[in-house]
Nanobody, 125 residues
């Protein structure tokens, strides 16, 4: 199946910026969508952003539009999530995932079958 590994998490002050990275070794026949999800304490895992293999189709959750930027290098099997103006309520574990080749719904966790272990992002209040 291959691995998905996130890196770059940490603690940042409110209003600050942080970039997390994801590298995978999953076979990408057909070009899988890569996505970021997050899970804050007491809540379900939620969609943050997704990007197709060529970077030409990007989707963001409404809550992060204009503050977060997702990008990827298909050949390097790497994706990034640049997060600006972070808020304390965005503290949580951020996950990178690869979407199944079938289905159009990028927002659902069930659409993804390869996940990283998650990385902590902390924005103290």
């Amino acid at each position: 199946q291959g691995e998905v590994v996130e890196s770059g998490g940490g603690s940042v002050q409110p209003g600050g910026s942080l970039t997390v990275s994801c590298v995978h070794s999953v076979r990408t026949s057909g070009g899988r969508i890569m996505a970021w999800f997050r899970q804050v304490p007491g809540k379900e895992r939620e969609f943050v952003a997704s990007i197709n293999f060529s970077g030409t189709h990007i989707t963001y959750a409404d809550s992060v539009k204009a503050r977060f930027t997702v990008s990827r290098d298909y050949n390097k099997r790497t994706a990034w999530l640049q997060m600006n103006d972070l808020k304390p309520e965005e503290t949580g574990v951020y996950y990178c995932a690869l979407k199944k080749l079938t289905g159009d719904n990028v927002y659902s966790v069930d659409a993804y079958d390869a996940w990283g272990q998650g990385i902590q992002v902390t924005v103290p209040s």
